[in-house]
T-cell receptor, first 114, second 113 residues
Framework: AQSVTQPDIHITVSEGASLELRCNYS??????LFWYVQSPGQGLQLLLKYFSGDTLVQGIKGFEAEFKRSQSSFNLRKPSVHWSDAAEYFC????????????FGTGTQLKVEL | DGGITQSPKYLFRKEGQNVTLSCEQNLNHDAMYWYRQDPGQGLRLIYY???????QKGDIAEGYSVSREKKESFPLTVTSAQKNPTAFYLC????????????FGPGTRLLVL
């Protein structure tokens, strides 16, 4: 069965420091991979996605992620974190069954210290 | 502006009561989804619809029902059979039935009185 693991439930970084959020997936074929961000009490906003091609993908807000097939990973990175990046981040993989279903990880809560 | 709207933002349910959460989109998307979010559990799929007048159960459909009479609308009813309805409910839509980016609404928080 397909699954997504985000091993870090909480991460705290200082403003201006670099950030890496981990995402590992289990999937039987070439996956489609997504990173979403959620501010408290809000919906999810797409940061970036990987469908095919270049394994390093750029997203909004200065985020990037690298697809590593050999490690079944799709880690999210940002070189310099801003206080406004504090939020919860979700990795997702699809399709998981018909209907374009996605399987989400349990999320990583990012706290930014000023 | 195109987007997805959910209403109400907060909803209170009494014991034994059915409540309906609204989801509307003007993106001309064919596919729509309902997710439930609980702390520490990520998002779990309740129901999804790929086309008008058709929908399928997701991973946690028990205690919920949906309809898809119009392309723009995908309301979710939380029935009295759902014994633990307190959660944050998110609606999403996608362009088609192939893998496409899902776009999310702002969510509805359901609380039990």
């Amino acid at each position: 069965a397909q699954s997504v693991t985000q091993p870090d439930i909480h991460i705290t970084v200082s403003e201006g420091a670099s950030l890496e959020l981990r995402c590992n997936y289990s999937y039987g074929a070439t996956p489609y991979l997504f990173w979403y961000v959620q501010s408290p009490g809000q919906g999810l906003q797409l940061l970036l996605k990987y469908f095919s091609g270049d394994t390093l993908v750029q997203g909004i807000k200065g985020f990037e992620a690298e697809f590593k097939r050999s490690q079944s990973s799709f880690n999210l990175r940002k070189p310099s974190v801003h206080w406004s990046d504090a939020a919860e981040y979700f990795c997702a993989v699809g399709p998981t069954g018909g209907g374009n279903k996605l399987t989400f990880g349990t999320g990583t809560q990012l706290k930014v210290e000023l | 502006d195109g987007g997805i709207t959910q209403s109400p933002k907060y909803l209170f349910r009494k014991e034994g009561q059915n409540v309906t959460l609204s989801c509307e989109q003007n993106l001309n998307h064919d596919a729509m989804y309902w997710y439930r979010q609980d702390p520490g559990q990520g998002l779990r799929l309740i129901y999804y619809s790929q086309i008008v007048n058709d929908f399928q159960k997701g991973d946690i459909a028990e205690g919920y029902s949906v309809s898809r009479e119009k392309k723009e609308s995908f309301p979710l009813t939380v029935t009295s059979a759902q014994k633990n309805p307190t959660a944050f409910y998110l609606c999403a839509s996608a362009k088609g039935a192939r893998v496409e980016t899902q776009y999310f609404g702002p969510g509805t928080r359901l609380l039990v009185l």
